[in-house]
C-alpha cells in the first residue's frame, strides 16, 4: 500500500439500500394517487407519529429535504427560486421554502412529472419560514392546513419547565382531532403507539450510528452521512427506516472494529457546521485530497436525531424500550413523544440560543476529536445559521482552528465556488497539510 | 538558492527574487488579460533587476487571485500564508496582518514563527478594498495620492452612509453639491472602508505589533483613517505592495 494510505477502506454496503429507500420515498408520493393513497406535506420535524394512526395509505413529502434536492440542481433550483421571486417573495428567505414553492408555481416535480399536490398539510413549526411555509401552500392549493407550534428554544428559566412538554402534548391531541375532521377517520392509537416506538428508535440509532464516528479512523464521512442522516427527515417514525438504521449500525460497528476507513488517507479530522452548499458536495471530496475526513456536524448529528447533554458531552438518548417503559395508553406515549421532541432534539434547541449550539460544537470537536472546523456561513437558512459567529468565537477561544465560507445551502446563485476552495486551500495550509492527490 | 514568488493580483502582478534569504530583486506591472503571459513578463522584470539568469531561479511560487494561471511556477500558496510570512520577514515582531488590495482585504494572525492562526476574508465587497477608493477619487476628479494626502486636512468627520461602491459613488457627487470640503470627502471615503477594514479584523483579534500591507498601505489617508478605528499603532513596511511576492519566494 502507498506511504499516504493510511488505512484500509470499502464502500459502504448499506448505500444502495439508503439510496432505494430514498427513492422509493419519492417515487411513491409521486404515484400516490394512481394507487389511491393520500399525499401530505409538511415539515420533516413535524411530529408525524400521529399521522400513522390515520392508515397506511398515507404517503408523505417533506419539504426540508425536497428543497435541498432541488438545491442539488442549480439549474432547476434556479427556475424554482426565480418563480417564488417573480411572486414578490425576498430572496433572503430560506432557500428550501423558495424552492419548494416555485416547483409547486411552476407545476415540476424535482424527479419528472407535474408537482404532486398534496391532499393535506399539517406541519409543526419551528423556525419563522416554516409558520409561513405550508399556510401559502394550502392557500394557493385550497388544501386543509394545520400546524402545530414547538416549544422552542433553550432558555435557561424555562428549560425544565414541564408545561414546555404540555404545550407540545396538548397540541398533538388537538392535530389529532383536526385529522379526524379532516380526514374523516378514527385514530387508530395502537398505530400512533407503534410509530412513537419507531421515531424514538429511528432517532435515537442515528445518535449511535454518529457517536462510532468518533473512532479513528472515521468509518463514515460527512458527504456519505447526508444521504443517510436525511432519512429521518423524510419520515422518522417509519419502521423501515428504524429497521434501516439498525442494519446501518452493525454495519458501522463491523467497520469501528476493523478499522475501514471512509478516507483510507486520513491524517486530519475537521468538522463542518450548517447544511453544505448541496450544489457544491465535491468540497468534502477535495479536502479528501489532503487527507481531511470531515467526521461531521452539529448539523448532521442533530437533525434528525435525539440526544441527551450530560457533564458536556453528548449522548444518545434512551428509547421508552430502553427504558423498559410500556406506554399503557394514548395519553402517556403522547407526552413521552412531546418530551422526547422537546428535549431530546438538540436542533431545536439552538434556533433561538447561542449557548446550546455552542455548547454542542465544542462537545463534538472534542468527542470526536476534530483537529480543526470548516463553518459554513449559510446565507440560506436563519435558524441553523444563527449566532454562527458566536459559535465561531467561541471555537477560536476554544483553541481549535476555524475556517469559514459564505454561502447559501440551496441557491447556488450566492456560492462562489472558487473562493470557497480558495480558502479550504488556505486553511489546509494553516494546518499543515499539503495536497496528496491530484 | 534563488527563488521567485510572484503575486498575481487583480490589478498588478508582483515578483520578488530572493536569494539566500536576501531580497535581490523585483518588479511590479499591471496585470493583464492572461495572467501567465503577465507572471513571465514580472518574472523577467524581476530577473533583470536582480542582475541574474532565468536559469538561475530554482524555484517559483505563486500566490494571489490568478496565482494557479501561472502554469510554470512550481506551486502555489494561498495568500494568507504569504502575507503572514512575508510580513515576519520584514518585521518578526507583528502578530495581527492586514493586507488590502485592489480587491480583497485580509486580516491574519500569525504567531512568532511566521505561521497563519487565523484569518479573515473580503473576496467580495468592494467598498473594503482599494478600487473602492480608485473610484472615489474618479468621482472627486483627482488622484488616489492627492485623495489620500487632502483627506489629512479633514476637520470633520461626514459619515458615508452608503453600504455599497456603486452607491457611495452617488453620495459623493451629492456631497460635492452640498458643498461639503473634498478634504472632509476624502476623509469620508477612507473612514467608510477602515470602518470595514477594522471590522474584519477584529473578528481574528487585533494584537500588537499590526501591519499593514498590500498596494492600499501607501495610502496615507486610509492610514491614518485605520490606526483610529483600530485604536493601535499601526507599521508598514518598505513597498507594502511586494508583501506576498516576498512571503511566496519564502516558502
Redesign the interface.
Known sequence: MSDIYRYKTEPLKAWTKAKEIRDNYYREYAEAKQNGKLRWSGSGITLCALVKGFGDDIVRITGEPYGATIGYNPKFALECQEATETKGYARDMCAYLRNYWGSMWVDKYAFGGPFPKPDFLYTSMFCCMQAKWYQRVAEEENIPYHASDFAMGKVADTWDKDWRVEYVANQCFDSIEWLEKTLGRKCDEEKVIKAIYDECRATALWSKICMLNQAKPAPLDEKTMYSLYVLTILDKSSPVIADFYEELLAEVQYRVDNQIAAVPTERCRVMHDSQPPWSFLKLFRYMEKFGVVSVGSYYTFCLGSAWDYIDGHMVPAKTPQEQGIQFKNMEEAIRFYAEWNVRRRPIVESMHAAQPKIDYTLSIARDWHADGAIMHFNRGCEGISLNCAEVRGAMVKAGIPVMVYEGNHADDREFDENAAISRVEAFMERLGLKKLVD | MITAGIDVGTKNTKTVIVKDNEIIGRACILTGFDLNETAEKALQEAIASAGITRDQVEEVVSTGTGRKSVTFADRN?????AAAKGVHYLIPSVRTVIEVGAEEGRAVKVDSDG???????N??CAAGAGSFVEAMARALETTVENLASISLNSVESVPMNAQCVIFAESEVVSLIHQKVPKQDIARAIHDAISGRISSMAR?VGIDADVALVGGVAKNIGFLKSLKDHIGVEIVVPEQPEYVGALGAALQ
Open positions: 500558496v494561498s495568500e494568507v500564508s505561521k497563519a492562526l487565523d484569518n479573515a476574508l473576496e467580495k473578528t
